[in-house]
């Protein structure tokens, strides 16, 4: 798949306001750093990207400096499982669902 100016652009969108919420830059959350809370920043990013643009799991790695789609499928499943125990994941989760409703 060719993704448009557009769908990069609301991916882009997306990072910055994870980055926004988390306090973790967007060039640490497109890196291959394996700190806990890059590695939820980049989670979160791409949970989101992934239910809120039509693009492609693939994609969505890729635009996050990763080459797999599983990695993608992982991030949603550790998003969704982690927020039913983790408090202050589900408050940046809401926020961050928020922004992105606002926007």
């Known amino acids: 798949m060719i993704l448009s100016i557009e769908h990069i652009a609301k991916v882009t969108d997306i990072q910055v306001i994870v980055s926004n919420v988390t306090g973790i830059k967007v060039s ?3 890196s291959t750093s394996r700190k806990a809370e890059i ?4 989670h979160l990013s791409m949970y989101f990207c992934r239910f809120n643009i039509k693009i492609g799991t693939k994609e969505i790695a890729s635009l996050h400096g990763k080459g797999n789609h599983a990695t993608v499928l992982h991030a949603c499943n550790c998003i969704h499982q982690d927020r039913r125990t983790n408090k202050r994941l589900n408050e940046m989760y809401q926020q961050i669902e ?6």
């Open 98 to 103: 928020s922004q992105i409703k606002n926007a």
């Open 28 to 30: 640490e959350i497109c």
């Open 39 to 42: 590695v939820q920043a980049r």
